[in-house]
């Protein structure tokens, strides 16, 4: 009876104590750590997620991806296979903290970021990157085939790439140098700089942001600038040859070339429309503005300023 | 018509295809050649078809340009939230919010549907609601553009813009027919018409109306689960557009068949689209 009694209280005690154990353990806030290295094909995919922090990812040599991660609160939701990883935070177990994500991966993989509000930089993958955050800045450099780039309210900076780029802000700057590829560039208030431009394609667009260019302009290509009421400038290396149309309401407009009005302007406009040939006049530019300045200088395709 | 003595003009007809493509048998094509040889008609035909195929390769290759192909895409896309542009690898995290804006969309769709349903059978009037005038949160995230009014609510042309739905159609009928095509092919949405005291709202701007109202039914829902500085960016982010909508039009007023100016117009609503759509779709920050 004694040996009875005894075991139910034992038992009961080791019971509760598991439950307060896992009660305990449910609600506590905690961390993880993760430092790992597996095996990762040359175009395998890489793909982050995280509410806020940060994220570093940088490309290399061999064929292994080294992960680093830690969170200030959270589980760390990894997997790996040789064509995929797939790295973030278990938003449960009060997973808001910030978290770091620091990987090394081959040259070539394909990198995907989705973030909230933590900033972002991606350096030397040589593979197609996309990445999408709300307000954490975006620094992509050495990035090839396709990057696609956007943020809130954040920076998004974007260099040495060689394929097609699309780079976007709503109110954060939009920075795109040394690109050679098609290259699209939208903002609504942030300014837009793009330079050292290789592209037979490129297109600009913002509401109040001032837009710079500076870059080659190719035979056949074609160069599209709007904006409402952010200012213009393209920078145009000396020996260009371009048929350009350049359209504002209420803007100034400043020409370093000789500009000779074509018969077809329209006088009865109300705003100003101007069209003239520079050189061979092969390539194809257009720039239009509300009440921006439009301001085409003389340039060697490096410099964007952008300082109206 | 002259007939041979082994194949007739109706004959070399049926076989002229496999002729050309050089598929025919040798002995058919021999006959052909014998019935050509002597035939005024077959001959004809035959020469004229080989100068138009050698006259067709010597055309280039033509693809529209990809300029061109943006404008074309826009217009045929559907007027709706493009939920498939969500990130293919939206983490686990962010389905609740996508799903959410999702049911959103679909509530919002089904609202929109009931309205101009109802407003098919009585007439009805909806009413862009009062923005303050030039403020910052002028049809912003806070304030719903479009409010349902009744069908016995006088009309506040005042402080609003009318909306007949009944009249949209004719109003997209109506429109200008030399008008540049740089806005949206006209949908069957609503047609904001202008304010008292603002330029009327141009035919480019009818196919944003229902758009835009829709959007922001789902963004005023979701309100809650954003970050409060990034909407007070996108409030700030919207009101320099819709400032730049009500210079657009100004200008457009006075100059109604300014192409450029239309394009400056429908150049900030698609900005305007494009940003809602964009907060439509933010993840939430829980």
Known sequence: MLIRTFTRAILSAMALVACVSATA???????????????LDRQATVDVSLMSGRVEIVGGGGSQARVRATTDRGDIQFDAAPGRLRLSVNPGHGGRGDARFELSVPAGTRVIVNSLSAPISIRGVKGEVDVNTVSGNVTVTDAARKLKAESVSGNVVVSQVTGDVTASSVSGRVDATDINGDLETESVSGRISMAGVRSRFVRSGSVSGRISYAGTFEPDGTYEFK?????LRLSLPADVGAQVRIETFSGSVDSDFPVTLQPNTDKRSSNRRIEFKIGNGRSRIVAESF???????RGDGRDSRNDQ | MTDRQMM?????????????????AADARTAVDEHVASCLRCSSILRDIGSIRAQAAQLPELAPSRDLWAGISARI???VVPLGRARQDIRRSWIPAATAAAAA????????????TTRSLRPMTQKVAAA???????????????????ATAPPDTSVSSAVSASAAPTSVAAAPAGERSGGRAPSAGVRLASRRNEPAAGPGEIAYGDEIARLQNIIKQRRRELDPGTVTVIEQSLAI????????????????????????LNHALDKKIELLRTVALLPSRT
Do not use: M, W
């Not at chain 2, 007739?8 to 025919?24: I, R």
């Not at chain 2, 969309?105 to 929109?112: E, P, R």
């Not at chain 2, 039009?249 to 068949?257: G, H, M, Y």
């Open chain 1, 25 to 39: 353990r449910a609600q506590r806030n905690y961390g993880e750590t993760l430092d790992t290295t597996v095996a």
């Open chain 1, 227 to 231: 904006s409402h009421s952010g200012g």
């Open chain 1, 291 to 297: 009440s921006g300045n439009i301001k085409l200088e």
């Open chain 2, 8 to 24: 007739t003009c109706t004959a070399v007809d049926s076989e002229l295809l496999g002729y050309l493509e050089g598929t025919l």
């Open chain 2, 77 to 79: 896309e559907p007027a």
């Open chain 2, 105 to 116: 969309l679909v509530i919002a769709t089904a609202g929109i549907t009931y309205f101009a």
């Open chain 2, 132 to 150: 303050p005038k030039g403020g910052p949160g002028a049809q912003g995230i806070a304030q719903p553009a479009i409010v349902p009014s009744t």
């Open chain 2, 241 to 264: 557009i819709n400032a730049a909508v009500r210079q657009s039009r100004a200008a457009l007023a006075r100059d109604p068949r300014s192409g450029f100016l239309t394009d400056q």
